[in-house]
C-alpha cells in the first residue's frame, strides 16, 4: 500500500516581532488580556518585500534542504492561503517559478485556518492516487495585510509566517505502523460563515476586504469540532488517544487548545504549542509548529502525530500520520 511519508519540513517567519506591548500602543489592550485571553505574546509581522510568496518561498526551500532534495523532485505543490500575493496566478505558481521549476503542477487551496489539513489531504490523494510521487505542501500566511487595525477584537490574535512539509510515496503494509499518513478527515458548513469571514473580495466589493470575527461564536463550536475530527481519526485507524505521542493543533487560542486536549485526555505535555510565539498564522500555524517540534527534538521518525484545524467556513479537519 502506498503511504504519503514526511521526508522533509521547514518554516520561516517575517524578521519584525510584534510584542504584546507595541499593541497597547495602537489600541485599547493590554499584555495582561491578551496572555490571560489567549496565550499570544507576540507575533511576527511582514514588511516590506514581504510576502506570503516570499515567506512560502523560503519555508519551501528549508524543507527542501532538510529533504535532501531541489524542486526539480518535486511533482506538485499545494499551498493553503487564504492571504494570496495577488486574487491570481495562484501564489503556489509565483512559489514554484521562484523555486525555478517549470514541470509539474502548482495550486493553491483555500480554507482559511484548516487550509493545511486541506492541502495534505489533497497531497495525499494525489500519491496515493498514483498521479505524484512527490508533493511540496505549504501553509504561509500574511494576515497583517487583511486586518483592520482599530479593531482590539481580531488584530491582537493573528500574525504571519509559513512552513512546508513534503510527502513522498513510500510503500507501506497498510497497518498503523506504517509511516506517513494513516486517515484525514475534512468538514465544512458555510451555515457559519457570519462568525468568521472578510468583508471583501473580487466578485463583492472588489477590494481585498478586512478580517471580521465573533470571537466568542467560533469559541463555542471549536472544542466541539476539533473533537468531532480528532474521534473520528481515532476510529477510522483503530487508535487512542493514549498511542499518541504529539498533538499538533492549530495555534488560535491556547484555551481552545487546553479545552480540546483535556477533552479527549491527552496530556498538556503532548501538545505542541506555538500560539504563545507566532500568535495565529491561519494555513501556517501548524506546519510551523510541526517545524519548530522536529527541529528541536520532540517529534522524531516514527512518533504517531496527530493535526487539527478549524477557522473561517466554519472548515474543521485532522491529520493522523506517523512521522
Ligand atoms: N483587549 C482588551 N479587551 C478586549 C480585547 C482586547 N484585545 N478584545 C475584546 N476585548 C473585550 C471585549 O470588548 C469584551 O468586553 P465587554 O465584556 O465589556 O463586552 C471582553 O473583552 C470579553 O470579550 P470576549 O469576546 O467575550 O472575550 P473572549 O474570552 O471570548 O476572548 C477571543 C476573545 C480571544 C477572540 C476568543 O473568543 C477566541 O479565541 N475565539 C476563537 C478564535 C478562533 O479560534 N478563531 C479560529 C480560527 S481563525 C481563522 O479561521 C482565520
Known sequence: MIRSVVRGFGASLPKRVMTNSELEEKVDTSDEWIVQRTGIRQRYIAGEGETTASLGEAAARAALANAGLTAADLDVIILATSTPDNTFPATAVNIQNRLGMHHGAAFDVQAVCSGFIYAVTTADAYIRGGLAKRVLVIGAETFSRILDWND?????????????????????????????????????????????????GPSTTGTVGHLRMEGREVFKHAV??????????????????????????????????DGSAKKLGIPLEKVVVTVDLHGNTSAASIPLALSVAAS????????LVLLEAMGGGFTWGSVLLRW
Open 152 to 200: 482590539r477584537t481580531t488584530c491582537v490574535l493573528f500574525g504571519d509566517g509559513a512552513g512546508a512539509i513534503i510527502l513522498e510515496a513510500q510503500e507501506g503494509k497498510g497497518t498503523t505502523a506504517d509511516r506517513g499518513v494513516l486517515t484525514t478527515q475534512l468538514r465544512s458548513d458555510g451555515a457559519h460563515r457570519e462568525k468568521l469571514y472578510v468583508d471583501g
Open 296 to 303: 528541536d527534538g520532540r517529534i522524531k521518525k516514527g512518533d
Open 224 to 257: 466541539g469540532m476539533i473533537t468531532d475530527v480528532i474521534e473520528a481519526a481515532f476510529e477510522a485507524t483503530g487508535t487512542t488517544a493514549d498511542d499518541l505521542d504529539w498533538l499538533v493543533p492549530h495555534q488560535a487560542n491556547r484555551r481552545i487548545i
